[in-house]
């Protein structure tokens, strides 16, 4: 099966991070950026860059970026180019576009004009370090919907020793163990009578309020 290849627009740091990411992860990434510098900083990195205008529906068509699995639009501060350039992108039948959105109101615009997933950097990781500093046993946050939530947890000094039973995690905060991470290995199918060591990592996913109540529980 043919690898994916994306194709990155904007190497702010944000793009830059997502292309250095996808290139290191062995796929074929297409940087693209109107800003020479930039591209130049990438062209080692990437398995090609190119400085293009992506509001210009000619030059990606002549960059054949319908033949790319993936479009990521991450341009930064110009609202106007990214909603353009989304325009162009769905025009041309790409299959799947993923935006990056300075605000909620970029974000429904995005949506409405056919982004297949809008992207909010900035909010994520503020969200991400909120949940860290409230609760050092949260790991990570990651927001799956406006509703729904993915935490990795830190197992609790009130958790060890004890088993997913009698835990029962999914009957009092209504969210469901989805993995347990214990050093290096992941186990993806978690046994009711596994009993939690010290270092272990709880994936939970739930909805946000029952997550809350959860991470509450337990700080």
């Not at 930064?76 to 576009?97: C, F, H, R, W, Y």
Request: proline share 3%; hydrophobic share 45%; net charge negative.
């Amino acid at each position: 099966m043919a690898k994916k290849q994306f194709a990155i627009i904007g190497m702010g740091r944000f793009g830059s991070s997502v292309a250095k990411a996808l290139s290191g992860m062995g796929y074929d990434v297409l940087a693209i950026d109107s800003d020479e510098q930039r591209v130049q900083e990438i062209s080692a990195i990437v398995t090609y860059a190119v400085s293009a205008d992506s509001t210009d529906e000619e030059a990606l068509r002549a960059l054949g970026i319908r033949n790319f699995d993936v479009v990521v639009v991450a341009i930064g501060e110009d609202i106007q180019s990214s909603i353009l350039t989304t325009l162009i992108l769905k025009d041309l039948g790409v299959p799947a576009i993923l935006v990056k959105a300075k605000s909620e109101l970029h974000g429904k615009v995005l949506s409405k004009i056919g982004a297949d997933k809008v992207i909010y950097p900035e909010r994520d990781m503020g969200m991400r370090v909120a949940h860290h500093l409230a609760s050092p046993n949260i790991l990570d946050y990651i927001e799956l919907s406006p509703d729904y939530s993915i935490l990795d947890m830190k197992v609790p000094g009130a958790m060890l020793g004890k088993n997913l039973k009698e835990l029962d995690i999914r009957a009092k905060y209504g969210c469901n163990v989805m993995a347990i991470r214990r050093g290096d290995e992941m186990n993806i199918t978690p046994n009711a009578d596994d009993r939690l060591m010290s270092g272990d990592v709880l994936v939970i996913v739930g909805h946000k309020d029952n997550l809350s109540r959860l991470e509450m529980a337990y700080q």
